[in-house]
Structure formats: structure tokens, C-alpha cells
């Protein structure tokens, strides 16, 4: 599975950015998760067909969406602090009979793949 994310980059604290996704197959349950040196996975998001969820953490400055006429995925990332450092990756679920949550993109690697990341710095 492909998955190629862009859009990361250096930006001041309460500046936003907005993330993409590329993916070269539709896939129903896609994600966000993010990994800061030092500390593990956490989850940011996933859009299923019932819709987005995105992490407490976050839910109030960062919103996800997709196009899937383009099998695109995107993080509207708002309100940014350096807490929000870290590498970003598009992921996507591997098998349909696992969740599509934003806990189980944080704790089972396994059930996902993942792109290369993008970086996000916040200063």
C-alpha cells in the first residue's frame, strides 16, 4: 500500500498547516497518528465511512476530511504549539475486522501501514 504524505514544515506557534495524503487505492478507514522523539505513537484521527474522529488531544484545532475521488486524506491542523512537534504519517487500516479508532492506530502497529511521514516542527 502506497501512502505518501506532504504538506509538513516549520511554523510559528498558533500558525496552522494543513496535511495530505496520497494513497494509490481507496481505502475505507484512513489515519493520522504522530511520533515525537523520545515519546511513542499517539493517534490524531481517522475518517471511516461513519465519518472522522479526531483525538481528544486535539479534536479542537485539528480537523480531518478526504476526497475520494482523489483517494486523498487530509489534517487541517490549526492553533499550533510546539507540543504538536513531531512526525506525522498517513496510515491506513490493514484488515476491515479490526478497529478503526484513533486508540487502536496508537497501540496496534500491526493493523496499520503507514506512509514515510512528514515533518512538523512548531517554534
Known amino acids: 500500500v502506497q501512502l505518501v504524505e506532504s504538506g509538513g514544515g516549520s511554523v510559528q506557534a498558533g500558525g496552522s498547516l494543513t496535511l495530505s495524503c496520497e494513497s494509490l487505492y481507496s481505502r475505507q478507514c484512513m489515519a493520522w497518528f504522530r511520533q515525537a522523539p523520545g515519546k511513542g505513537r499517539e493517534g490524531v484521527a481517522v475518517?471511516?465511512?461513519?465519518?472522522?474522529t479526531v483525538a481528544d488531544s486535539v479534536k479542537d484545532r485539528f480537523t480531518v476530511s478526504r476526497d475520494n475521488a482523489k483517494n486523498s486524506f487530509y489534517l487541517q491542523m490549526n492553533q499550533l504549539t510546539p507540543e504538536d512537534t513531531a512526525m506525522y504519517f498517513c496510515?491506513?487500516?490493514?484488515?476491515?475486522?479490526?478497529?478503526?479508532?484513533?486508540?487502536?492506530?496508537?497501540?496496534?502497529?500491526?493493523?496499520?501501514?503507514r506512509g514515510q511521514g512528514t515533518q512538523v516542527t512548531v517554534s
Open positions: 496510515a491506513a487500516r490493514k484488515f476491515a475486522w479490526t478497529s478503526c479508532t484513533v486508540e487502536d492506530l496508537g497501540i496496534n502497529e500491526d493493523n496499520w501501514y
Open positions: 475518517i471511516d465511512h461513519d465519518g472522522p
